[in-house]
Nanobody, 115 residues
Framework: QVQLVESGGGLVQAGGSLRLSCAASGRIFSINVMGWYRQAPGKQRELVATITSRGRTNYADYMKGRFTISRDSASNTMYLQMNSLKPEDTAIYYC?????????WGQGTQVTVSS
């Protein structure tokens, strides 16, 4: 099993920044890809960004360079730096980890961007 704990969400004004963290524990060696997803009220959960165990990143097109995903292998922590936040970025942000046969989710952290 893998446990994921997100932190760093909160309320920020449009144009501001936040950094989300996801601390992973448990069978870390089984993880191939980690990522961030988000779900806004009334909408489906959508991809934000992913990062592989080798550090290869992938971003949703709507990011347009505003968000950066990274990870610290020493502390088993993944980050999402979010800049130039917009009200439409308001959502619950979820940490995700995928192994060969399993998918794990964190409990989510709320990000609210006020206009």
């Amino acid at each position: 099993q893998v446990q994921l704990v997100e932190s760093g969400g909160g309320l920020v004004q449009a144009g501001g920044s936040l950094r989300l963290s996801c601390a992973a524990s448990g069978r870390i060696f089984s993880i191939n890809v980690m990522g961030w997803y988000r779900q806004a009220p009334g909408k489906q959960r959508e991809l934000v960004a992913t990062i592989t165990s080798r550090g290869r990143t992938n971003y949703a097109d709507y990011m347009k360079g505003r968000f950066t995903i990274s990870r610290d292998s020493a502390s088993n922590t993944m980050y999402l730096q979010m800049n130039s936040l917009k009200p439409e970025d308001t959502a619950i942000y979820y940490c995700n980890a995928q192994g060969d046969w399993s998918v794990y989710w964190g409990q989510g952290t709320q990000v609210t961007v006020s206009s």
